[in-house]
């Protein structure tokens, strides 16, 4: 499959006629092993997919395998995503959310938590998103899942407002929901059917929305602030594009990557660059949230720039709710 790849591309590199115009064309390929044939033809489908979007829009067309490098670990994780896709299907069995503090920078109380996806079955033990979300995430069914990860968060932020009643939960959002006709709808929806107050909500998006239309999301945007809703860009900072889509869309909050700050205790330069982030994200009247803070020393830093939000291990783990309803820091008390 590799040679007949290579041999098909170099032809349509080289270009040839079509009536008498000349044609050059690029091609992009995955590839995956099946020796299983209990998985369903839908997870064999977003496999193939996730390494024909790997070759496109990473890999410059070359012929990127399904997880080749993990050998061992293709068949199981393939085997994995098989069972993750059948249990949305079996009323989001194994899903559960766990919440992140978010931290006021200054006063270091509770302001707000982000919700993260686990899934857990007694074979695999607890898989954490990455290991599933960017495959499953362009397959039709992740948009239920989407749905029932905001109504879940949404009903344990009610739990978290009766504690701190300005709390703001805020919730990730995959590109792929977004592009979905009636994503407003499902979003304003929920948000009656639990009566939550859409000024409690702030909805995380990542650079890759940049793969959609941009006056689409643009439109999407301006739609969930007019109702009052939040947004956040996450991430912000690991991508090609950070900066242009700062510039593109309004943001009410700008989260800076954890990668950022590992370094920021012993590297100056480090430090410049949260300094321009920083500067950049107050620039579009954005507010500041640095992720992934795991000691003091990060914090006192911090404090220097324009930050206004924290969140990391020094704070909390991502936890269950019960835990976070109980979860009295010092600060918070
Ligand atoms: P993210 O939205 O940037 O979430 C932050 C990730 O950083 C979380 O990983 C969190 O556990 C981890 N983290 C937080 N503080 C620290 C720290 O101090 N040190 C270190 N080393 N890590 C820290 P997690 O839960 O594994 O989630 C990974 C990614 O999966 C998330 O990144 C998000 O992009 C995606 N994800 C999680 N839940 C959802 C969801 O419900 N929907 C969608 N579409 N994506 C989700
Ligand atoms: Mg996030
Ligand atoms: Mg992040």
Known sequence: MKE?????????????????????????SGILTVDNFMIDVQTVYACLNFAYGESKVRRQGDLVEFY?????????????????????????????????????????????????????????????????????????????????????????????????????????????????????????????????????????????????????????????????????LDDFGTGFSSMEIVKELPFDVIKIDRSFVMKIEEDMKERTFIKTFAEVSSTYGAKVCVEGIETAGMRHILLNYHVHSLQGYYYSRPVELDKLLQLDTEKNQ
Not at 5 to 28: P, Q, S
Not at 146 to 171: C, H
Request: glycine share 4%.
């Open 68 to 232: 080749n490098d993990l050998n061992d670990e293709n068949k199981h994780r393939i085997e994995k995503l098989h069972v993750i896709r059948a249990s949305i299907m079996q009323d989001y069995q194994g899903f559960y959310l766990l919440y992140q503090p978010v931290v006021d920078a200054v006063s270091e109380k509770i302001i707000g938590a982000e919700a993260l996806l686990r899934w857990r079955n007694d074979e695999y033990g607890i898989v954490p998103p990455d290991h599933f979300i960017p495959i499953l995430e362009k397959d039709p069914l992740f948009f239920k899942l989407g749905q029932w990860i905001l109504k879940t968060a949404i009903l344990g932020a009610k739990e978290l407002m009766k504690k701190y009643p300005d709390f703001i939960i805020n919730v990730n959002l995959s590109y792929t929901q977004l592009e979905k006709t009636n994503f407003l709808d499902m979003v304003f929806d929920t948000l009656e059917d639990t009566d939550f107050p859409p000024e409690h909500l702030c909805l995380e998006i990542t650079e890759r929305c940049r793969l959609l239309n941009i006056d689409m999301l643009k439109n999407i945007i301006v739609n969930l602030r007019g109702r009052g809703i939040r947004i956040a």
């Open 4 to 28: 007949r790849y290579e041999k098909l591309r170099t032809h349509f590199r080289k270009g040839f006629f079509v009536d008498d115009k000349f044609i050059i064309l690029d091609l992009n």
